[in-house]
């Protein structure tokens, strides 16, 4: 199995939520300018980390 993260312009993501009507998909956050990865759950962070970090935790555990 896998996941697939996708990026849709915000205008477009009612059009986008309806062709997916039916399939396991949500939304799960927005892009912004800031450099790093946040997780929320209500008020509240749960992880945050850096573009950087996350770059480079990938290239150290990737078998590419």
Do not use: H
Request: charged share 25%; with cysteine.
């Amino acid at each position: 199995l896998g996941r697939f993260l996708i990026e849709v312009e915000p205008d477009r993501a009612g059009e986008f939520e309806t062709m997916l009507a039916g399939q396991p998909a949500s939304r799960i956050g927005r892009v912004t300018m800031s450099r790093e990865l946040v997780f929320a759950a209500g008020q509240g962070e749960r992880f945050k980390a850096s573009v950087a970090e996350i770059s480079q935790a990938f290239c150290e555990t990737s078998a590419l």
